[in-house]
Structure formats: C-alpha cells, structure tokens
C-alpha cells in the first residue's frame, strides 16, 4: 500500500473508532427490522403497526437501521373474534392475539418471542386493527422482557461469530460487493467492544479497495472517453468525470500524467481554456482533501460516508426476502 494510502486508512481507523456509528440514542448499538410477516393485515393497518414496532425498540434502547437485514422483530396476527355491531353506521369489532417476534433471518431462527391480547373497534376491517394496534404499549413488560433477552442472543452472535463475520466481509470484497461488505461490518454494535473494533479495522481496508476501484473506474472512464475523441468537447467532459476522483486516491499521480497528455494534443487556444478547467479542478480538489485533513471534518465526512454506503445497500435489499422467511415462523 503506498504512503499516502497508508495515511489515509490510518486516520480512518483513528476517528472511526472514536465516533458512534449510529446515529440514534441506542446504548447497546445493536439494530432489529421491524417487519410486518403477516398477509392478513390490511395494507392501511400495516404502516401503523411497523411504526408501533419501530417505537417500542426505539423506547427499549435498540435501532431500527436501514441496513439491518439479519435480526429482526416481526409480527403476526391471529384473529380470535370478529363481529359487526349492529349500530349506525355498523361497526366492526375485533380480539387479536398480536405475536412478536425477535429472531434471525439468515439462519431461520427465533430467539424470543411474547403475545399481546388487544382489542379494536372501528368502522371498517382496517380501523378496527388500527384501533387494536393502538394498545400495544412499548413499555409492556412482556415485550420489555423479550427485547432485554434478545439482546444477549444478538450479543452472543456477534462475539462468537465474530471472526466469520469478517471473513465474509473479505470474501464479499474479493467479488467487489464493497458496500455490502461494508455494510455486514458496520452493522456489528459497539456494546460488542473486541468484535466492533476490529470489524471497523476491516471496513477501513475494504473502504480503501473501495476507492481504488471507484476511482480506477473513473480514470478509465476519462481514458475511454479521449480515446474516441480527442477534441475540445471531449476534454470539457473528461474533466467533469476525473473532477470526480478522490484526491486522496493513490493513483492520482496517474492523474496528473493523463492531464498533461491531453494538454499536449490540445492547439493553443483549447489548452488556455483546458488550463483553466485543470485550474478549477485543482482548486477543488485542494479544498477537497483540506476537509479531509482536518480531524474534526475528515471524522464527519468518514461516519457519513459509511453510513451513507450501509443504508444505501440495506434500501436496495428487496424486503420481500426477509418478510418471507419471517412468514414461515
């Protein structure tokens, strides 16, 4: 790895192991789904009942993040009466037994589970579960009790599985799955102090292979570009794509070598007006890494840059998979 590289991941891993990854008041660091399992729920009942989830972990000190795909909390219905009153308009009546649900979707394995009886009236099908979900209490004791032993099974996951945690990470990096790799390591909770750490020293490594292919990508993409074309226009958009490479990339002495060859077939005039694109280009990449070399600002921009990645691969995961799984409970 080259020097600069070196410096990079160094100051990487110095503020990232110093700042929360996640964003929420969670003191355990840990993250659950809220998933909705149940085909039964009508559509305009489900957003509230998955906000109802969402509350209860936030209220028991556990994240609800986007990049969550392994642990989560699903819910189920039974229907155990259902009547309409005969009143005007009529009203629908409605005893539930509500299931929750704490478990592992890669594994197919539910750690903890508790039952809430409710009941619900309204003027509908959908009203009448709204109503019902209205009763679930995030501090019920029950559902506390779950929450709190769930915690030590995901715990006990991640400080026994730790090093296969990683490994996999590695092995998704090595098929160039970088965000998802990056995402499987951020998602390990602080509270799991040996295995966090050094998952955040191998998100910091694939986190730099990161870069070197984005940014490898984009000089060929400008090399490409000039190749076919090696004219005044071309060279306004070849300087749009390599404005886009981190100046802090290894290779962007490759950069600057690929910049003077283009100069060099330009006639006198396009090149005072490349000059000054280069010349902007410079200056933007000058305030560029100046954010990065300062601490406080290189440590905002690192905590964003990993979340950003994490949450963007967990929005891309079809739900379906892990409500499907969770169905079969």
């Not at 410096?7 to 840990?30: D, K, R």
């Not at 909770?189 to 295995?195: A, L, S, W």
């Not at 077939?265 to 010349?279: F, G, I, P």
Request: glycine share 4%; proline share 3%.
């Amino acid at each position: 790895m080259r020097n600069n590289a070196k410096v990079l991941i160094a100051i990487f891993m110095t503020v990232i192991l110093s700042v929360p990854v996640l964003a929420q008041e969670n003191t355990y660091g840990i993250s659950l789904k809220a998933v909705v399992a149940d085909d039964d729920i009508p559509a305009g009942a489900v957003k509230n009942i998955e906000t109802k989830l969402q509350r209860a972990l936030a209220a028991n000190g556990i994240g609800d993040m986007d990049y969550t795909q392994r642990f989560v909390l699903a819910a189920k219905v039974d229907v155990v009466q259902n009547d309409v009153m005969p009143s005007n308009p009529p009203k629908v009546s409605k005893k539930l037994d509500l299931t929750l649900m704490v478990g592992d979707v890669v594994e197919n394995k539910i750690y903890e589970t508790c039952t809430m009886h409710l009941a619900g009236i309204g003027t509908n099908d959908t009203k009448a579960f709204i109503s019902a979900f209205s009763r679930v209490n995030p501090k019920n004791e029950e559902l506390q009790a779950m929450l709190a032993a769930a915690k030590d099974e995901i715990i006990s996951y991640y400080e026994n599985d730790c090093d296969f945690i990683i490994s996999n990470a590695n092995s998704l990096a090595g098929q160039q799955k970088y965000d998802e790799a990056i995402a499987r390591l951020m998602s390990v909770p602080e509270v799991c102090k040996d295995c966090y750490e050094k998952c955040q020293a191998a998100s910091a490594r694939i986190y730099e292979q990161r870069l070197d292919a984005e940014c490898s990508a984009l000089l060929n993409e400008a090399k490409n570009e000039w190749m076919h074309s090696k004219d005044a226009e071309t060279a306004v958009k070849v300087a749009g794509i390599i404005s886009r490479i981190n100046p802090l990339w290894p290779g962007n002495k490759e950069v600057v070598k690929f910049r003077d060859e283009i100069s060099a077939k330009l006639s006198a005039d396009e090149k005072r007006e490349w000059d000054m694109m280069v010349k902007k280009y410079e200056d933007e990449q000058a305030f560029k890494k100046q954010q990065y070399e300062d601490e406080r600002q290189f440590k905002q921009n690192i905590v964003d840059a990993c979340r950003e990645i994490g949450v963007a691969w967990g929005k891309n995961q079809p739900q379906s998979v892990t409500r499907n799984i969770a169905r079969l409970w």
